[in-house]
């Protein structure tokens, strides 16, 4: 009985690592940019809903984000469609025009939040940005 059940584990654990070609740990062959990203539309409405939690907004407020997070998402995407994706790694300087680009239009959304956001939620958005770019930095240097 032991027998069996240490094989039923081991059969487990390995058809778990054996889905993707070196043991990819659930991520499809190709990496990250073989996953298709979610639409403006999909992205816009999930950072609505978290900023929304976080920064406590009024539906008036939703509203309002709702469209400025549809509108930058769609820059973003088409800033992200206008780089190849078959190179890879991408050179140093398309990097460098895609972040001076991701930068610029975030830069623009926050004017835009500041006509309808208050100080306080201004305040946390910012910080909210900043631990989220902190946290994708960590991630890819490999840091926890």
């Given at each position: 009985?032991?027998?069996i059940?240490?094989?039923?584990?081991?059969?487990?654990v390995?058809?778990?690592?054996?889905?993707?070609?070196?043991?990819?740990?659930?991520?499809?062959?190709?990496?990250?940019?073989?996953?298709?990203r979610?639409?403006?539309?999909?992205?816009?409405?999930?950072?609505?809903?978290?900023?929304?939690?976080?920064?406590?907004?009024?539906?008036?407020?939703?509203?309002?984000?709702?469209?400025?997070?549809?509108?930058?998402?769609?820059?973003?995407?088409?800033?992200?469609?206008?780089?190849?994706?078959?190179?890879?790694?991408?050179?140093?300087?398309?990097?460098?025009?895609?972040?001076?680009?991701?930068?610029?239009?975030?830069?623009?959304?926050?004017?835009?939040?500041?006509?309808?956001?208050?100080?306080?939620?201004?305040?946390?958005?910012?910080?909210?940005?900043?631990?989220?770019?902190?946290?994708?930095?960590?991630?890819?240097?490999?840091?926890?």
């Open positions: 009985m032991k027998k059940f240490v094989l039923l584990i081991s059969t487990i390995l058809n778990t690592y054996a889905q993707y070609p070196g043991g990819g740990g659930g991520r499809p062959p190709g990496g990250m940019a073989a996953m298709e979610p639409s403006a539309e999909q992205q816009a409405k999930h950072e609505t809903k978290k900023m929304s939690k976080q920064l406590g907004l009024s539906n008036e407020q939703k509203e309002k984000y709702q469209v400025i997070s549809l509108a930058f998402s769609e820059e973003r995407e088409d800033l992200l469609e206008s780089f190849p994706r078959d190179q890879f790694p991408p050179s140093a300087e398309s990097r460098e025009k895609m972040k001076a680009g991701m930068v610029s239009i975030e830069q623009r959304k926050q004017e835009q939040l500041q006509k309808f956001l208050t100080a306080e939620q201004l305040k946390k958005y910012k910080e909210i940005k900043e631990s989220e770019k902190s946290a994708m930095m960590n991630q890819r240097n490999g840091r926890p």
